[in-house]
């Protein structure tokens, strides 16, 4: 039971509340479905710009399971605006356990992060409609430009994740169409919770499955949806793994728009702590080119990138440039640029192809050269090196360097294996 603090607030909301006020003894609603259209009627009737709620209330006071989806604003949106941290918020739709461990992270909401120099701009581009392009010259590594999502939500393909739990009794194109219909009205109860203005620039979004006609807020998710990288939440909360049919996305008014390429010069990445997708040029992008990234997700899990590591025979992004440089290290048959030259060839080739962007194999062989600069004690080479590492971190790890900052140390006598290498057989 809830209670209004006065008749005054009461009446305030009263067009709303009055759909689902019952008197003692009124039954309940039938089902979960009836609550979910008195809410939509309640929307439509009301000229209330979003849904009540306190800023304040913790996932875990809340009469539901933790792995269930609840509505909330993040960082915390209050009626009258004071209090509200710059830079707006984002509405999502999030398990119920992730809630509290986002708002309690120590000096919660940061800053929204921004280049010192504005340098991005929107624009039309040849056959792909809006695109986003550089105003100047950008550096491997700076950022370009950050936001907080419009919405966020469960991914699309949590879609079937939807359907195998209500298929239950039903055909399975009955099952389809009910996992369709529950992610629609999720996604226009997350609307409404949004002023006018970021409904419209939700609306304005790029929507190719426009034929879907019932459908139309999740078509504009499933074209624009940029994933949040599993990692983000993994490493932040360890205690609290993403389960399966729990990946999340988000839907940002600019990043949105930026378009996919093969061979991408920028990195999206996520910022927990100031709950921001973070735009990061993935090499040298010259003024006036159009920014790119890739559509593909590279968040998969473990299993998956081991599987695709195996042609090269590398089975751990972090461990093997190290256990290999290690093993050179400690063989004095092999001369001294025996790596460095084999990752120079490699990183080469991935620069012909502009994959920059690709952390995996182009990160494993600039891991390299810095280690074997490290242990042959050349300092000037190894902090080029380390700086092309760390540029690749920031992308993926916005405002971080992820761990390469802890392995390629700033003070170059202070790695692990600075001058360790064996001196080579006569």
């Known amino acids: 039971m809830a209670w209004y603090c006065s008749k005054e607030c009461q009446a305030k909301h009263w067009p709303v509340h009055k759909i689902f006020c019952k008197g003692r003894g009124a039954s309940a609603p039938a089902d979960d479905n009836e609550t979910l259209r008195n809410t939509q009627k309640a929307l439509a009737q009301s000229s209330l710009g979003c849904i009540s709620s306190d800023p304040y ?179 932040a909360f360890p205690g609290h793994p993403m389960k399966d049919g729990q990946s999340m996305s988000g839907v940002c008014e600019v990043l949105s728009r930026v378009n996919h390429s093969c061979s991408p010069n920028a990195i999206v990445g996520f910022h927990l702590q100031s709950f921001t997708y973070v735009l990061t040029a993935a090499r040298a992008i010259s003024a006036g080119t159009e920014i790119t990234r890739t559509y593909i997700d590279h968040a998969e899990p473990t299993a998956e990138r081991q599987r695709a590591l195996r042609p090269s025979q590398i089975t751990s992004t972090t461990c093997q440039p190290l256990a290999t440089v290690s093993a050179w290290m400690r063989d004095p048959a092999l001369s001294d640029d025996h790596l460095i030259q084999e990752s120079k060839r490699f990183v080469r080739l991935v620069q012909e192809e502009g994959m920059e962007a690709n952390a995996r194999y182009y990160g494993i062989h600039l891991l390299q050269l810095a280690l074997s600069y490290a242990a042959l004690g050349d300092r000037e080479r190894y902090l080029e090196a380390r700086e092309n590492m760390m540029a690749l971190g920031r992308g993926h790890r916005p405002m971080n360097g992820g761990e390469a900052r802890w392995v390629l140390t700033e003070v170059p006598e202070k790695q692990m294996l600075w001058g360790h290498r064996v001196p080579m057989l006569d």
């Open 57 to 235: 209330a913790r996932a875990s006071s809340l009469p539901r399971g933790k792995d269930q989806i609840i509505g909330t604003s993040i960082p915390a949106a209050y009626w009258d605006g004071e209090g509200n941290a710059s830079g707006g918020h984002t509405e999502c739709a999030i398990p119920a356990w992730l809630k509290d461990p986002i708002l309690e992270q120590p000096g919660f909401p940061y800053p929204i992060p921004s280049p010192v120099v504005p340098a991005h701009r929107l624009g039309p581009s040849p056959g792909a409609g809006i695109g986003l392009f550089a105003t100047r010259d950008l550096a491997a590594g700076e950022l370009i430009f950050a936001e907080r999502a419009l919405l966020i939500a469960p991914h699309a393909g949590v879609l079937m994740t939807d359907i195998l739990r209500k298929r239950r009794g039903r055909t399975s194109v009955q099952g389809v169409e009910l996992a369709v219909d529950g992610r629609e009205d999720l996604l226009r109860l997350s609307l409404a919770r949004m002023t006018p203005e970021k409904q419209a620039a939700y609306h304005a979004l790029a929507n190719v499955h426009a034929h879907a006609t019932e459908t139309p807020l999740l078509g504009v998710q499933l074209t624009n949806a940029i994933v949040l990288p599993s990692h983000v939440l993994q490493e």
